[in-house]
């Protein structure tokens, strides 16, 4: 059974950086397609960024583009987020999550897509 554990959330003051990071047990993680994703209190979860197994393609979403970088080291089982000038509205619990099942040349950014999910590690970002 795959295991996902987030880290590096925490308080950071609006324009700050924070790099969240997410290991993976198992063998098969270099076939994985990774992503982020994060919820608001009070709001549904939305995509953030992905990666695919190949670690040639990523996507994001529009609100987080040119301020965070999602990453992938295979030879240590981890995904990166590193977020840069945080707002205040990127406060949220951030997940992360593994598609087992398909090897996409295109990174996907639909929830269903993932089937492995960390517990989450809280960001928030001080006005």
Not at 3 to 11: A, F, H
Not at 39 to 47: C, H, I, L
Not at 67 to 86: I, K, P, W
Request: glycine share 10%; hydrophobic share 35%; proline share 3%.
């Amino acid at each position: 059974q795959v295991q996902l554990v987030e880290s590096g959330g925490g308080l950071v003051q609006t324009g700050g950086s924070l790099r969240l990071s997410c290991a993976a047990s198992g063998r098969a993680f270099s076939t994985y397609t990774m992503g982020w994703f994060r919820q608001a209190p009070g709001k549904e979860r939305d995509f953030v960024a992905s990666i695919t197994w190949s670690d040639r393609n990523t996507a994001y979403a529009d609100s987080v583009k040119g301020r965070f970088t999602v990453s992938r080291d295979n030879a240590n089982n981890t995904v990166y987020l590193q977020m840069n000038s945080l707002k205040p509205e990127d406060t949220a619990v951030y997940y992360c999550a593994a598609d087992r099942r398909n090897r996409w040349l295109t990174p996907p950014t639909t929830i269903g897509t993932f089937d492995v999910w960390g517990q989450g590690t809280l960001v928030t970002v001080s006005s």
